[in-house]
């Protein structure tokens, strides 16, 4: 065969598998899509029949919005305000502190509303008032708590309107403690079910709401007191209104705001809030039954750290603070941390982010916090957390045993001078950390009491008249001043992989450090860091850990995606 002919048919078989290869590859994307597709998460449901205005329903313990209609219009909500007047009375006061009815509270409200017969001059506890207030809508009861805990209606409406704020409401404003007309006095649904959820959330609020009925003692009107119920029908079993799992509620009507409900019910797990705006009777019940129906129907609550593998656990086999921690993890997820899911999803069709914007809101011990979303829809939150108990049980476990005498004096004061060492090392982030005592928790109970002296000494100097310390001891020692240490076997398996994420991890901490310019950024971060000096951990350390398990666990679950195991029914 001719050198050209070769030179053709290698041209020529060169083409035929650059084709082969481009038709593969548009094969392999294609089968990607249709893949993708297939295993789309479920859509979210919908399909509620509410003939009100406006109606929401919420998971109380997550916060995510099952449905809504019209959830941020503007409507007037009548004696649902009570709500809030309780929230804050409850946040406020003491239940057996006494409250006086003035001429103002009596009188300064319309002819024919709602009220427990109460008079000028007439003393209840706190506890009375805020049944009379809740059961029997009595706004002669909530101008008397208002002007006990602000000293008159005008300034306890400021306090309102400064909680509705913290709650995240944006469509709400107050100007009085009953509900009674206003034109400033407005909110929504779904600022109603924001602040429900709260007063939800507090047990003295559920207890005296979710009570059928409740005897105010004698007063000058009712010498023989007054036994008082509560007016929503869906807590009562002798209504055909009666659902099932009712905790409370509160229900509300001006001619001005119409119908207006506010419920809170238990079932199957989980615990859900719907608020009606502008409804009419008796629909509104039945717009409630609906939207309960339609929430305990389709969705799961589910607890986070029963079901999340990326991001737990983070640690094992590793050293916090010199106290070497085999198998459980030294950062744990919230136990308590929930999301909510439709029935028809699973656990992997949420997607996780993990941030370290830690609020004074957040629980103490939180080092990072992971929100969940499904669909963009955010549907819950839970924690990573310093696991205390962990580290109180390492510490005792792993005291050194007292030699006696001056050797024993020495330890003690060697080791406070490490751990005096230990804890200045971040000074610039945690001021004044060393003296403040918080971070005993991380410290072994062998270091309690020793005298802060030794930290004048360098380590390697034993000072005149003190006993050289034993080997064993001195290996401790070193080992305690060492924050955090990966074990040999992890090195060799992240190899040159930890490196570089370390390295990445090192560089992006301080070009981000370096670019925080606002104070309240700032003090975030220090909180963080606080947090973490706590435990034992650096930053850059946790975050090479991370994203070690983040990578591993994001090709394992690309590998498996199509195995869908986990179904909620």
Not at 65 to 93: D, R
Not at 360 to 377: F, G, H, T
């Amino acid at each position: 065969m001719k050198p050209n002919e070769n030179t053709e048919r290698l041209h020529d078989m060169t083409q035929l598998i650059k084709r082969m290869s481009a038709f593969l590859l548009c094969l392999m994307l294609l089968m990607g899509a249709f893949t993708e597709t297939a295993l789309a998460a479920p859509d979210w449901p919908s399909g509620v029949s509410v003939q009100a205005e406006s109606g929401i329903v919420i998971d109380a313990d997550t916060g995510t919005v099952l449905w809504g209609q019209n959830i941020h219009n503007q409507y007037f909500p009548a004696s649902i305000t009570k709500i809030m007047t309780a929230l804050i009375v409850i946040e406020k006061c003491s239940l057996d502190e006494t409250v006086t009815f003035s001429h103002n509270a009596v009188f300064n409200v319309e002819a024919g509303s709602s009220n427990a017969g109460i008079n000028e001059g007439d003393k209840l506890s706190v506890k009375d008032c805020l049944y009379a207030l809740l059961l029997k809508s009595a706004n002669e009861s909530a101008n008397a708590l208002a002007e006990h805990v602000a000293g008159s209606t005008e300034a306890f409406a400021d306090m309102m309107n400064a909680r509705a704020k913290e709650l995240g409401c944006t469509d709400t404003h107050f100007a009085n403690p009953s509900g009674l007309n206003d034109p400033e006095h407005y909110t929504s649904t779904y600022d109603m079910a924001l602040i429900a959820r709260a007063a939800f959330l507090n047990p003295t609020f559920e207890e005296i709401d979710s009570t059928t009925y409740y005897k105010l003692p004698p007063n000058s009107i009712n010498p023989e007191g007054l036994t008082i119920y509560p007016g929503h029908k869906m807590l009562k079993k002798s209504t055909p209104y009666y659902y099932p799992g009712i905790v409370g509620g509160k229900t509300g009507y001006t001619t001005l705001a119409g119908n207006t409900l506010v419920t809170c019910a238990k079932k199957n797990g989980l615990k859900l809030i719907a608020v009606i705006l502008k409804g009419s009777t008796p629909q509104y019940w039945t717009d409630t039954k609906n939207l309960l129906d339609f929430g305990f129907e389709n969705f799961v609550s589910v607890r986070a750290a029963d079901h999340e593998t990326k991001y737990s656990p983070v640690s094992s086999d590793l050293t916090f603070g010199g106290l070497t921690l085999d198998k459980p993890a030294a950062l744990i997820l919230d136990p308590d941390g929930r999301i909510i899911l439709p029935k028809t999803a699973e656990f992997s069709d949420a997607e996780a982010t993990l941030s370290y914007d830690i609020s004074d809101s957040d629980p103490a011990n939180a080092v990072a916090k992971i929100c969940y979303r499904y669909n963009e829809r955010q549907i819950g939150c839970t924690y990573l957390e310093t696991n205390q108990a962990l580290f109180e049980s390492a510490a005792s476990s792993h005291q050194v045993p007292a030699s006696g005498g001056e050797g024993e004096s020495a330890l003690n004061t060697d080791q406070a001078a490490s751990e005096a060492a230990s804890s200045g090392e971040n000074d610039e982030a945690v001021p004044d950390a060393a003296n403040s005592g918080e971070n005993d928790a991380a410290v072994p109970d062998a270091a309690a009491g020793q005298s802060p002296e030794g930290a004048q000494y360098p380590e390697e100097t034993v000072p005149q008249g003190e006993t050289e310390l034993p080997k064993e001891t001195e290996d401790y020692r070193e080992k305690a001043l060492r924050p955090f240490e990966i074990p040999a076997i992890a090195w060799i398996i992240l190899g040159s992989v930890a490196g570089v994420a370390l390295l990445g991890a090192l560089i992006t901490f301080l070009i981000i450090r370096k670019n925080r310019e606002t104070q309240e950024y700032h003090f975030r971060h220090e909180q963080r860091l606080k947090r973490l000096q706590d435990s034992g951990v650096s930053a850059d350390e946790f975050n090479n850990l991370i994203e070690q398990r983040r990578s591993s666990y994001t090709s394992k679950r690309k590998k498996g995606r199509g195995n869908r195991h986990l179904k909620f029914k």
